[in-house]
């Protein structure tokens, strides 16, 4: 029987000379051995571990399995693998409505935010201020870059991905488990180009933050249809302990998608909430601190984030800020904030109480000194 492997891990905050290698020469601890250097390209290296673990060559296959696959792309700096470099030929992205400010009905914060530049051909470039801003930004190679240039390059980098989970995938079909394992496809947070003014992730906005959520498991849950609840990350524990048979080690802020994942379109009586702290965690988020402590290093400040159905609520958490409400069907930009509109205002203050009983819910002690709203 091969040995069983546990752990195959790049610990970047361990080894900060390495921390950049997102793509190569990753320094690799297996099974908490002395970490050495691997070489090749990243993704199609995890993919290769974790379609060997599936079919049974790094574990004991007579036992139940969890894997967790952590695919280090499409971090900064976007680097494609060779095989996808002339991907997407002469691609051309439009220009989001919003990337120069001012930005009318946001926060103060957002009137600064100005990745881009307009360009001498007309389209958006990488703004000198933000240059070196991300893991890997070169000025003698980057300067002058367009919109479009940075967004083939990142959707190059992302195809080793998708033949990379399609692989998974298939392992799994190959070696019989398809319909015994529950598959759950997440990401990090959204990263913004252009839209809004960033190129960044981090910001209250969909294109800033929100991550895909697909949820497989043939013949047991619904395929092919979409589930328009709003839910987080935070529910993503408690499914796999109910699905696992086990009771919660601990309380848990998240809830049991299972009613979900069988019944799309079941309503849903949770509400999912993001409050942003920035660098800030654990006891060092129960006071709310002022400007500039409650920034991160981006210049975004805390904020409430709060969805529920077809709208999203922002409470910024800092004095004198409007707050915002978007309706995402109608809006999905998040352009047109109407949250000052005076038929909105039972909406604002009904979505405002959701949040402040979330924090109660979840025993966030910031809720006893929340900046006063702007009215």
Known sequence: MPKPCAQIVWNRPKHPANAPNYYHDQLISIDGAEPKVVTGYSTDNYTRWATDYIKGTKRDSTKPWYLWLCYGGVHAPY??????????????????????????????????????????????????????SEVGDDPQRDQGRSLSSWSRQYHQAVRALDEGIGQVLAALEESGQLANTLVVLTSDQGYAWGQHGFRAKLAPYDANIRSPLIISMPGTLPEGKVCRSPVGGADIAPTFFSFAGLDLPWDMHGHDLTPLLKNPDTAWPHTTMLPFTADKFGADCDVVPPPPGNRHKTGIPWYLMLAEGRHKYIRTLESGEPEELYDLLTDPEELTNLAARPENSDLVKKLRAAAIAELNRTGAKMVNSLPAVKE
């Open 79 to 132: 680097t494609p693998a060779d095989r996808h470099l002339k991907d997407y030929p002469d691609a051309k992205v439009a220009t989001p409505a919003d990337i120069y400010p001012p930005r009318e009905g946001k926060p103060s914060y957002m009137q600064k935010i100005a990745a881009w530049e307009k360009g001498p051909e007309g389209e958006p470039v990488l703004s000198d201020k933000a240059m070196g």
